[in-house]
């Protein structure tokens, strides 16, 4: 029998576009002998919309905007725990989230899953939330004794009462250049490179517009390597991957508009070095309580010192992507990292079904 599979896509995120070419790609590589595929379609109001049964492939991003489609519940996807809800004539066997940022990458659509015992690809509440949320996760990392850089934190509240102040602790603490991002964001979306206060103070304004708390790291002279984790309780590694931007930094016009940025895999790193980082790399998966997937990233210097950066729990995931293609350098094409991925949810989900709720 096909495995009836719910592709959920869009999201009320500023990646919302980027999620998009997520789901076109995974649709033009699933297999319709093994795969029924239910599009999922949350639009950038939050609003979810179910549209038809693909039963081909489709052309463009734009045949999965389901404007005039009606909008679903989402009790009607788990008719066993809402019968009165208007429910779906054949129910889902397994949701795949193809969310990037907020509302959809950062717990909050797994919560909603979890509570609707849905299987579904990919990481738990935990370890979405924290790793969408890049204070919490590096504290986390920080705990576990991962290397990273330095790195402070602010809400918007305490910026906008004492910006001097700020700015001071980070001159202080961190020094030029350094790095201001939203905390909870991903695409590398309202990041900036600052060398001096003036570029500071604009960049805590660009990066409060994305999220009410941003995270200022310490600038280092590195490489940028990634590494994919697959797996749930043993997680495996692929191969290494480096970056190589023309630009200061791999930005979100360098990662989806230009096209030229390079990719080289496997990265030309020792065997000492890649070995040091896939430790860093399960052992982050590990302290997140992660499942499904997750691309460590890292900075390594000229002198060998590796620093994880963050992990991401739903990377980019077209073919061109990092992730997919790490796996591929590893022997796992794109269909088959998407079968594997679902066969990961459907174990996560069963291994669940056995826990006692009642004593």
């Known amino acids: 029998m096909k495995t009836k599979l719910g592709l959920l896509y869009g999201g009320k995120s500023a990646e919302h576009k980027v999620s998009l070419q997520t789901a076109l ?85 797994q919560g909603l899953l979890e509570l609707l015992n849905l299987p579904y690809v990919g990481n738990g509440v935990l370890a979405s939330a924290a790793g969408m949320d890049k204070v919490a996760m590096k504290n986390i990392f920080a705990q576990a004794g991962l290397t990273q850089v330095n790195y402070v934190s602010f809400i918007k509240s305490e910026w906008a009462k004492a910006k001097d102040a700020a700015y001071t602790r980070v001159e202080e603490q ?19 490179k600052c060398t001096n206060r003036t570029e500071l103070d604009a960049a805590f304004a660009e990066a409060f517009q994305f999220d009410r708390k941003v995270i200022i790291e310490e600038g280092v002279v590195a490489r940028e390597v990634e590494i994919a984790v697959l797996g749930n309780d043993e997680p495996e590694c692929s191969v290494a991957g480096e970056i190589v931007p023309k630009k200061d930094f791999y930005d979100y016009k360098a990662k989806y508009e230009d096209g030229d940025t390079a990719l080289i895999i496997p990265a030309d790193i020792s065997e000492e070095e890649y070995t040091e980082m896939k430790e860093m790399a399960v052992r982050a998966f590990k302290a997140l309580d992660c499942s499904g997937l997750v691309r460590a990233d890292f900075f390594l210097t000229k002198d060998g010192k590796a620093f994880i950066n963050e992990v991401n729990t739903m990377p980019g995931f077209t073919p061109f992507s990092m992730f997919p293609l790490l796996w591929k350098h590893s022997g796992l094409e794109y269909p088959q990292l998407i079968e594997r991925l679902v066969q990961l949810a459907q174990e996560r989900h069963a291994e669940k079904q056995q826990i006692k709720y009642t004593f």
Not at 92 to 98: C, G, K, M, Q, S
Not at 176 to 181: L, N
């Open 174 to 192: 961190l020094g030029y250049p350094c790095f201001v991002k939203p905390a909870n964001l991903g695409s590398s979306v309202g990041i900036s």
């Open 25 to 109: 790609a995974v649709i033009r590589a699933l297999d319709l002998e093994k795969f029924e595929i239910h599009p999922i379609y949350i639009n950038v109001e939050g609003q979810w919309i179910k549209g038809p049964q693909l039963l081909e492939p489709v052309e463009n991003v734009q045949a999965l905007e389901f404007t005039n489609a009606p909008q679903l519940s989402p009790l009607s996807l788990a008719p066993a725990l809402f019968q009165g809800d208007q429910q779906e004539s054949s129910p889902l066997d397994v949701i795949f989230p193809l969310l990037h940022g907020p509302n959809g990458e950062d717990g909050t659509v």
